[in-house]
Every structure is written in C-alpha cells, then in structure tokens.
C-alpha cells in the first residue's frame, strides 16, 4: 500500500521561506515521477512543480518559477519543495503525489497516489 505523508507547513510572513517534505513507502520511490500541487479554498487543484525518477528533468508552475525549487533524496524516498520569496498567494493547502511512470506530468488525474496535505498560510 502506497503511503506519502508531506511535513513542513505553516505560516510564515510574507518573503520568507519553507521547505516542505513528502516520505513515500509502499513501493520503489526511485522508479516514478513526483509532484507538488495545491489547491486554494475554493479554487481547483492546481499544478505546483514536477520532478521524474532520476531528478535530471523538473518542470515548474509561470507562478513558482524561480521562487521554488522542487528535489528528492532517492536514498530517503522523500520528495522536497524549497519554497523562497513566499507571497500571499501561494497560501494554500500542498499535496505530495505519485505518478505510476517514470516521466512528469502536470494533470492531477494523471498522478496516482496522494498524500493527505499540508496547510501553508503566508500572510501580508
């Protein structure tokens, strides 16, 4: 059974800085794409930042480029997202997911498995 289980939320004021964590077990975290996405309240789920199996090729949300920076540790089967210059409106709850391939994608029905969230809240 595939578990994934994010850390690492909370407020922080506006230009500041979090690093969340996502732990995968139930299967070989090192075979398959992973992703962040967040949804707001009242808003869809939407597309975060992406990285495939080896972690050579990410792919990043216009609204997070060069802010976040997605990573993970193989040898931990942890996912990361270094979120720098945080605004208000990356206010949100993030999941951790799991894609059943290899390669990013960026369509949340295309990703499997799902952790339970982490609440980040940025305030102005």
């Known amino acids: 059974q595939v578990q994934l289980v994010e850390s690492g939320g909370g407020l922080v004021q506006a230009g500041g800085s979090l690093r969340l964590s996502c732990v995968s077990s139930g299967r070989t975290f090192s075979s398959y794409a992973m992703a962040w996405f967040r949804q707001a309240p009242g808003k869809e789920r939407e597309f975060v930042a992406a990285?495939?199996?080896?972690?050579?090729?990410?792919s990043y949300a216009d609204s997070v480029e060069g802010r976040f920076t997605i990573s993970r540790d193989n040898a931990k089967n942890t996912l990361y997202l270094q979120m720098n210059s945080l605004k208000p409106e990356d206010t949100a709850v993030y999941y951790c997911s799991s894609r059943s391939y290899f390669r990013i994608a960026t369509i949340p029905s295309d990703y499997a498995y799902w952790g339970p969230g982490t609440q980040v809240t940025v305030s102005s």
């Open positions: 990285i495939n199996w080896n972690g050579y090729s990410t």
